[in-house]
């Protein structure tokens, strides 16, 4: 007699490791599984809008803003290593410089802490390095043009705002001014937007003028021609970030094919002296404030000190711990690594077990087959199911044991959307 597939998909225990092999070749009746017990109602799945911004797992941040603001004092703090060039002249930087930042999460540490595992791997986040831009940016002035591509080739954006003063280091503008820097680099992006989709919607025009009126792709072309349209509306006369309009989910799809730099979510850090930060008070960040909320509401604004945060870099933690308590301030660095990822619109799930404990990141919205192929392209074509259970069940019951007698450690199939902190192992046909 054949053993029942399910029963053996749930007991073996070697099938309930993570593996980069094959598994099994799975037997069952496709309508007898748990998988497609659980799928969700269909509705909810066709209402689903796409997110804004580039599909993938692997997104970048990139630093931005005007030239000699810290971006690069502020990079090498964050990636605790010295590859940007951080100098006192205006256009230091030229070329990105890469980093992955580990993002902190107290969930990692507790599931290293718990499967005491021979390698651990926490989320990344990877952060890009790039040139100041300047007034005049997206007609070619300063670094113009190559620091525009900079920015589209990343996914979100730090924005560095200088509210420090210090006569040593020279401002392109003259003078400290955080709001007129803001509508600098806004101005700039937004310029270079409409460019790109006045030029894109002309050569749309032309193509469409060529076909008959009638025919499907015509129609589908002319929908897509309002929409871009629409885009340019938004930029230009309503003088509002893509990112700020409120798109539908056919639109999204319009939106990310433009690759837009007013697309990308904006993160503002506000670069104080140390004494401002560890005070908490510095003039500009009512005013600062003020401009977020009039132009770019929701936008989320971190004030911190890239030179506090270039001291503690030198040290070590125990030195770090003792330094912030002496002055009274804590780094602001976690808090930015989290507000990026967060921005990005990341989550993550985690795979455990006595060899290694590793975060794996993926969108919001991912499905388990496609979480399942962030490690292996095979996991996802070859998806069998997931056996996925809640960081927080693990943490109640404290083991994986407890959690499936609690009947917490659930059988997922393909229509699954991974939740933030979900543990899986995944099983995968030959
Ligand atoms: N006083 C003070 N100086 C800073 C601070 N952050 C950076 N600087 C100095 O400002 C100068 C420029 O810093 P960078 O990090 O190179 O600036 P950047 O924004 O990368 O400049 P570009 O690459 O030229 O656009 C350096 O001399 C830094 O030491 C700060 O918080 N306070
Ligand atoms: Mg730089």
Not at 52 to 81: C, D, E, M, Q, W
Not at 150 to 178: K, M, T, W, Y
Not at 335 to 363: M, N, Q
């Amino acid at each position: 007699m054949l053993p029942n597939p399910n029963r053996l998909l749930c007991c073996s225990r070697q099938l309930r490791q993570l593996s980069l092999f094959p598994l099994f070749r799975p037997r069952f009746s496709p309508f007898s599984t748990t998988a497609s017990r659980q799928m969700p109602p269909k509705k909810a799945q066709e209402t689903k809008k796409a997110l804004l911004g580039r599909p993938g797992n692997n997104l970048k941040i990139g630093i931005v803003g005007v030239p000699n603001v810290g971006k690069s004092s502020f990079f090498n703090a964050l990636s605790n290593t010295s590859l940007g060039l951080a100098a006192n002249y205006p256009y230091a930087t030229i070329n990105p410089e890469e980093a992955r930042i580990p993002v902190p999460d107290e969930r990692f540490d507790w599931l290293c802490d718990t499967y005491k595992p021979a390698s651990r791997i926490p989320a990344h986040l990877t952060c890009i390095d790039i040139a100041g831009l300047t007034a005049g940016a997206s007609t070619g002035a300063g670094l113009g043009n190559a620091f525009l591509s900079h920015v589209r080739a990343v996914d979100g954006i730090f924005q560095v705002v200088r509210a420090f003063d210090d006569a040593e280091v020279i401002h392109v503008e003259g003078d400290v001014d955080p709001c007129r820097d803001m509508d600098i680099i806004q101005t700039e992006l937004r310029l270079k937007d409409i460019e790109w989709v006045e030029k894109h919607l002309d050569g749309m025009k032309k193509t469409t003028r060529a076909l008959g009126s009638n025919s499907l792709a015509d129609k589908a072309k002319k929908e897509e021609i309002a929409t871009i349209e629409k885009v340019l509306k938004v930029i230009s006369v309503d003088q509002k970030d893509v990112r700020k309009h409120e798109w539908t989910g056919k639109e999204i799809d319009v939106v990310n094919s433009l690759q837009l730099l007013t697309a990308k979510p904006v993160t503002y850090l506000v670069n104080l002296s140390e004494k401002d930060y560890i005070r908490k008070k510095n003039k500009w960040l009512p005013k600062i404030k003020a401009w977020i909320d009039a132009n770019n509401p929701g936008d989320p604004l971190i004030p911190f000190s890239v030179a506090l945060e270039e001291r503690l870099a030198t040290m070590s933690d125990e030195e770090k711990i003792e330094e912030q308590k002496k002055v009274g301030a804590q780094s602001a660095l976690p808090k930015i690594t989290h507000a990026g990822y967060a921005s990005l619109e990341l989550i993550r799930y985690f795979t455990c077990g006595p060899d290694e404990v590793r975060a794996w990141t993926i969108r919001k919205g991912t499905k388990a087959p496609q979480a399942a192929g962030v490690i292996h392209s095979d996991f996802e074509n070859k998806f069998v199911c997931g056996e996925i259970m809640s960081f927080a069940d693990l943490k109640e019951h404290g083991s994986e044991a407890a959690v499936k007698a609690a009947g917490k450690l659930r059988q997922q199939g393909k229509p699954y959307e991974m939740i933030d902190g979900d543990i899986a192992y995944w099983k995968s046909g030959a």
